[in-house]
């Protein structure tokens, strides 16, 4: 709840996402309702053309988790 109250005041608001089974319908926000508030207040710097974001490897990916010895 406090982030659909902070993302309101960016007129960003949930929606009911449809997934296949067993996952159904949940509450998510678009991608696409970002872009807006992206490019009005986190514009990139001039000349430097934006990087898109690189995915994260999946919990399960080898090397993802290091030991700690203490």
């Not at 309101?8 to 929606?15: F, G, L, Q, T, V």
């Not at 159904?24 to 934006?50: H, N």
Request: hydrophobic share 25%.
């Amino acid at each position: 709840m406090r982030l659909a109250s902070m993302l309101r005041d960016y007129d960003i608001r949930s929606a009911n996402i449809r997934f296949p089974e067993p996952f159904g319908q949940v509450k998510g926000y678009y991608r696409a309702d970002f872009t807006d508030a992206w490019t009005r207040y986190c514009p990139s710097p001039q000349g430097e053309p934006s990087q898109p974001s690189q995915a994260s490897p999946p919990c399960s990916a080898p090397g993802r988790l290091e030991t700690w010895d203490g």
